[in-house]
């Protein structure tokens, strides 16, 4: 199927799944609310956790919502790419107000990936789009991993082999006196976004203001315990900076983050295929991608919802 295929179905109200450079995304015309609607219907996903409307770049962008210089700067630095800013909606935006689950902000982002911008140019306007996968599950890296999770339930897979990074986009908001808050770690570092706007805020504990801040998210079937030296009897060993030991997978030998965020949702999945009741996982360095790939870690660990 092509990427214009793909857009016809969109403008018809139907769901593709497309790559983008972080996990693969369940895509649907964010300005169409019964289209928006057949997403949450098919990930299982409530309504109260508003959705990404993904964008070309910053003109398209700033249709949807007002961004201020700070979110201006970050838009300027990290699209396209794995970074996606909330702000104020504005009022004559098209994107569906149940994509924003109510809210007076707007998830935006400009994704790197080539098809997802050909398909974002083909259909002519924002894709409002989740990781590809049933709700509270492990996100899908491969459009494999997609159709296994959505079978039945989408119209159409595009396949641009295994995602790059692996790891969900870092979100942030930029409210309209420009505080910028962490709402989610993800692919870009705290750091090198605090190079350019100064310290973080932390997000408010219980208050939903984009996706993944739920406690209970990224979960396999398998429990998990992190922080782990070795496997206990019985369990499957999830090793970093270290061979995997038999039955069990390694995130990166090496010690390498970006490996290891690239290889974490597939490692999850590979184990959960084996029947492993619980996963053990070696400790990672909270350090650049650390901090996002320990959230994924814990709320996949969080007591399940």
């Not at 309504?47 to 070309?56: D, Q, T, Y």
């Not at 396209?80 to 689950?101: H, I, K, M, Q, Y």
């Not at 995602?163 to 962490?182: H, K, M, N, P």
Request: charged share 20%; with cysteine.
């Amino acid at each position: 199927m092509s990427v214009e295929e793909a857009a016809a179905i969109l403008r018809g109200g139907g769901l593709v799944v497309f790559p983008t450079e972080t996990v693969y995304g369940l895509g649907a015309d964010a300005a169409n609310p019964h289209a928006v609607a057949r997403i949450y219907e098919a990930k299982g996903r409530p309504r109260f956790n508003p959705l990404i409307a993904h964008v070309p770049g910053l003109a398209e962008a700033e249709r949807h919502g007002a961004l201020r210089a700070n979110a201006r700067r970050l838009a300027d630095a990290f699209w396209p790419g794995p970074f996606t800013l909330v702000v104020p909606r504005r009022g004559d935006s098209s994107v569906a107000e149940l994509a924003c689950a109510g809210l007076a902000t707007i998830a935006l982002r400009a994704p790197a990936h080539p098809i997802a911008q050909e398909l974002l140019a083909a259909f002519g306007g924002p894709i409002a789009a989740p990781s590809a996968n049933r709700f509270g599950h492990v996100s899908a890296t491969t459009a494999q991993h997609a159709a296994a999770d959505l079978e039945g339930r989408v119209d159409l897979v595009l396949d641009g082999g295994p995602s790059a990074i692996g790891l969900e986009s870092t979100i942030v908001a930029v409210d309209d006196a420009g505080a910028v808050t962490l709402l989610r770690p993800g692919a870009v570092a705290r750091a090198d976004i605090e190079a350019l706007v100064g310290p973080l805020a932390a997000a408010k504990v219980g208050h939903i203001q984009a996706s993944g801040m739920l406690e209970s998210h990224y979960a396999p079937r398998a429990q998990l315990r992190l922080d782990a030296e070795g496997p206990r009897p019985g369990e499957a060993y999830l090793a970093f900076a270290a061979p995997a030991p038999p039955g069990g997978a390694t995130l990166s030998a090496s010690g390498d983050l970006v490996e290891a965020a690239a290889n974490l949702y597939a490692s999850l999945r590979a184990l959960d295929a084996i029947g492993a009741e619980t996963i053990a996982v070696a400790p990672i360095p909270a350090h650049g991608l650390g901090e996002a790939i320990r959230d994924r870690l814990m709320r996949a660990a969080a007591p399940r919802c």
